[in-house]
């Protein structure tokens, strides 16, 4: 990854710099989201050992048979939990399915209003690496949602508090080997955006992830150890009026055909469901003075999203 294109920014000048690196590290956030969507983050609190063996888990589960995988895929869940079979997603307005496999895991608790996640008894070790992981990456994206709250001119709770309770998804990808003879519109990950407010993306195990710029280039972003990257969803764009992009994003096949697989993690943060989207006035006003998009819940447009990528039917 080049600098000169993604900003880095050090996670430890905004919980701990003086008030010019806290200052800066806002500037240089919010202005990232702005021009490309998209930034690199180094020194998070996300610990590399919980990464490593959430990885190891998910290696383990995804290499079981089909049949043992399928037992915990429950298609009433519409894919929020558990396993999803590769070919069941597709990108928005995309003809093929992508070529992955993936688990989510949401909120662990008793209350009722939240699905209840999947474990794979194949994998004893898989419950606590995931949920770990879920707990560090959910509380890193708070303090990334409380720096984009004040690049916005907003109070510094309001995005973070919009987050509490949301129906935030860790999802745990799989990309098979690629064979030389699949369809030529079958890619790992079709061109897309992310349905949410932001995500936070652990260092994938292989190269492959690329964003669109406004050149209509795709850019290659190299999975880096120790960097989260974090992009914009399309419920912070629609929120901001446009004002935060979400960024096309794909990832693409190797070249030639790989004959081995490729993990990634990404962290989708949601707000809850009833939390209104309708674009605020201040980023109205930034914008041209026009809303650009409808009123709208959250749920809303989760659901929305769902059936355009075939995971409700």
């Avoid at 490309?36 to 990464?51: M, R, S």
């Avoid at 129906?167 to 990309?175: A, E, G, N, P, S």
């Avoid at 030639?256 to 674009?279: G, I, K, N």
Wanted: proline residues 7%; glycine residues 6%.
């Amino acid at each position: 990854m080049t600098s000169q294109v993604i900003s880095v920014l050090n996670f430890q000048d905004f919980v701990s710099g003086d008030r010019a690196q806290q200052s800066k590290f806002i500037q240089t956030l919010g202005q990232s989201l702005e021009e490309i969507g998209f930034f690199a983050l180094i020194h998070h609190p996300v610990d590399p050992g919980v990464i490593r063996a959430a990885y190891t888990s998910a290696a383990a589960f995804f290499s079981q048979s089909a049949a043992i995988k399928q037992q915990y895929e429950q298609l009433d869940l519409n894919g929020q939990r558990g396993f999803t079979r590769l070919g069941r997603e597709h990108a928005k307005d995309y003809p093929a399915p992508d070529l992955k496999e993936f688990w989510h895991v949401g909120r662990e608790g008793n209350d009722s209003a939240y699905l209840p996640n999947l474990w794979p008894k194949e994998v004893p070790a898989f419950r606590s690496a995931l949920t770990q992981l879920y707990d560090q990456l959910e509380a890193c994206a708070a303090v990334l949602l409380e720096a984009c709250a004040l690049y916005l001119g907003q109070p510094r709770p309001w995005l973070r508090e919009m987050a509490i309770g949301g129906d935030t998804i860790l999802r745990v990808i799989h990309y098979p080997p690629v064979a030389a003879d699949i369809p030529q519109a079958s890619l790992r990950a079709a061109p897309h955006e992310d349905i949410n407010l932001i995500t936070l993306l652990c260092e994938a195990t292989e190269p492959g992830l690329e964003l669109l710029q406004r050149d209509g280039q795709w850019l290659p972003v190299p999975a880096v150890p120790g960097q989260i990257i974090v992009d914009t969803g399309d419920m912070l764009q629609q929120l901001t009026n446009g004002l935060l992009k979400s960024t096309t994003h794909r990832v693409n096949n190797p070249e030639p055909a790989a004959y081995s697989s490729r993990f990634s993690m990404p962290f989708f943060v949601h707000p809850r469901r009833e939390v209104d989207l309708t674009p605020i006035a201040d980023c109205i006003s930034r914008t041209g003075g026009q809303a650009k998009f409808p009123a709208m819940t959250a749920g809303e447009y989760l659901y929305q999203r769902l059936r355009e990528i075939g995971l409700v039917d």
